[in-house]
């Protein structure tokens, strides 16, 4: 995945821009607000799409895919985020990715996952860093080619500058699995992997030295059940600190479900669990 990932000087350039262009605008509102003409809509998301998708057409409605996110968020840096899907993960029929995006973050492209029939059903829940009044996006790409999109406009700002918890420097890279409801053999089953990581952004500010902490996140997590991929997560900073994915998996016996996860920094880490 080509990560979408400006340098702080370029965010600000175009910061600056923004400020310096006229007041009108035929994409938003007063305020910041989508307008009518352009509600589900904004200048970032064209020209992302049109990079990731190649200017095929995308199918609007909740029909394949639903999202839900809080219209306002009380802490930018940990709005949670589910993704409902619609279809079941058959052979003949399945999501094969899932692209969940934040317009108007410095790193708009928050994940990309890869998805295989052994998650049984592809519902995912994280927290994502919201960086300013934004649309969340999520598009699930079918096995047989068709993008199906939904969205949601979140009210929050400051996801990206918030500093992170760096108390437990030492528990870096920490990746824990858990058993989110009762196991049923060949049925999808929800899990939970937490890696504990700051996920460093490079855009917060370290209180003491007043200079900015350098990026450091979850580049990648990998989870697979009993030797078979379950799905791949490409990952950026947008995702907030700790970074937990709430997925589903189905057993087919006893096996083990295992994470491995790749920071920014080429670190390496694995969790491990016996299911069964």
Sequence with gaps: MTSIFPLRRRALQGLAALAAA????SWAAIGGLPSAEHR????EWERLSGKLFGGKPLIHGQS????????RAAYGASVPVKVVSKLPQRPELHVRKMFVVVDKNPSQLAMVLDLTTEVGQADFETRLRVDEYSHVRVVSELSNGELHTDSRYVKTSGGCSAPPNRE??????????????ELRLEQPVPADVTVLHPNDTGFELNQVTVMYIPPHFVRSIAVSYAGRKVFDADLDFSVSENPTLRFNFVPHGKGELRAEVTDSKDARFFGTLAVG
């Design 64 to 71: 394949v895919v639903q999202l839900f996110v809080p219209l």
């Design 22 to 25: 006229p007041a009108a605008s």
């Design 168 to 181: 437990s420097l030492h528990l870096i890279g920490k990746t824990m699995l858990k058993v989110a409801g």
């Design 40 to 43: 589900d809509s904004s200048p």
